[in-house]
């Protein structure tokens, strides 16, 4: 698994998984806010732009970060971030590894499958995948999805990185996820962020989270869309993580 690394190496261990379609950049202001009190690994998920491996499951990402966790950190760190693709992977390692962190944050993420989302995404693809190295396409890829325009230049260089196979696998991945009940038996300290301006589905996913994590939090961040927090709002996130910590 390839990674970026912050921090001194004995620092208290927080690990961001990032979003869908992106990379660690999704998380690259805060790791430099954060690398002087802790050790910051952003893991680079299969099958996105300096991964070493296609992407197959959500369960198989979960399972290969929880083995780095135990080969690199003992079995267990502070603190666990991720957003939307990598808040489903979150919460499959919360699943599998009742007290793999002391706290987790996860943001945006969908655990209300959706099959007709599951079903359009190879079609749209198959149509849309040639298009994606046009600038004008991505720009208005980019511009949907509210993130700051400093990260175009990331956004475009790696979303033309990522196969369509891959697009496809994650996508329909994160369309059908739906959460354990083993999650239940967990024993972190989880909040769960989800904008106020997002969907019906992905409010209801936060809720369905918050009601099978027994030591869990709902926060709705006012005003915001998906991804909107850990991608634009990097200093109010980081705050949030020393809140967290610190309670």
Known sequence: MNYK??????????ILLHGGGLS?????EEAKMLEKDFHVIIPILDGHAGCDMEFTTIEDNAKKIISFIDDKFGGSVLLIGGLS???QILLEILSLRKNICRYALVE?????????THYMVKPTINICYCLIRHKWFSKLQFKSLRIKQELFDNYYRDTCKITKQSMISFLQENSLYSIKE????NTAKVSIIVGEKE?????SSAKVINENLQY???IVMKKMYHGEFSINKSSDYVRKIYSIINQ
């Open 5 to 14: 690394e912050y921090g001194k190496l004995n620092k208290d261990v927080i």
């Open 24 to 28: 660690w950049w999704n998380y690259s």
């Open 85 to 87: 693709l990598g808040g």
């Open 108 to 116: 945006s993420a969908l655990v209300v499958p959706s099959k007709f």
């Open 182 to 185: 083993s999650i239940i038996n």
């Open 199 to 203: 969907s019906v589905i992905m409010k």
């Open 216 to 218: 869990s939090s709902l």
